[in-house]
């Protein structure tokens, strides 16, 4: 089984609210992934979770933070967004430093 | 000079034929690469996976990666309309990132 599951599949919020994303993986794999998609673009890294501890922050604005509960989950907590940040938002989760499975994303519209 | 480079098409071809699509790289550190089928508004999903250089076939699929010359090819046999996809190159160094081509769109006509 190579499912990452991501919840919600869509969302919509407005700049002042708050909102999570979650993602779950039952893989056993030990790092995660926050990917950040534009249209006809390809994924962009933004963090990466390497034995549940923050390995990788690409530099991204704090308004967007993650979190990694435990080996299997991964959250991204969104606060005071842009409309610029709307999105597909991808989890990903590997075994090691090769290959990495994708999500099926969360479509977010910034309003 | 990007990192990786790919064609992004778009790419038309009828059902039944060959779908032939490539990456050029310049990171000689690469060493893990990888192809995946993007559908509109989906997940990328791992198609082939190689280590280093050589061939690897799955079914209908078929990854070349030639490192001497630092190009990957992904040839897809008997096209289907279902293959209709932007199909995304990406290496990596094994440092937990992911360098991707543009994409390519293809589209397989019936």
């Known amino acids: 089984d190579t499912e990452v599951t991501q919840t919600p599949k869509h969302l919509v919020m407005g700049m002042t609210n708050k909102k999570s994303l979650k993602c779950e993986q039952h893989m056993g794999h030990r790092a995660m992934y926050w990917y950040k998609q534009k249209a006809k673009k390809p994924p962009e890294l933004m963090f990466v979770y390497s034995y549940e501890k923050l390995s990788i922050n690409e530099s991204v604005p704090s308004r967007f933070s993650p979190e990694c509960p435990n080996s299997s989950l991964l959250n991204l907590h969104l606060h005071a967004l842009q409309p610029e940040d709307s999105a597909l938002y991808l989890c990903a989760s590997s075994r090691g430093t090769d290959t990495q499975y994708f999500g099926p994303g969360t479509r977010l519209t910034v309003l | 000079q990007k990192e990786v480079e790919q064609d992004p098409g778009p790419l038309s071809v009828p059902e039944g034929a060959i779908v032939s699509l490539n990456c050029t790289y310049s990171?000689?550190?690469?060493?893990?690469f990888m192809w995946y089928r993007q559908y509109s508004r989906k997940g990328p999903e791992l198609l082939m996976y190689?280590?280093?250089?050589g061939n690897k076939e799955d079914g209908r699929f078929t990854a070349q990666v030639d490192k001497s010359s630092k190009y990957i090819s992904l040839f897809i046999r008997d096209s289907q309309p279902s293959d209709s996809a932007t199909y995304l190159c990406a290496m990596s160094a094994g440092d937990y990132k992911l360098s991707f081509g543009a994409g390519t769109t293809v589209t397989v006509r019936a």
């Open positions: 990171n000689s550190a690469f060493q893990y």
């Open positions: 190689t280590y280093s250089s």
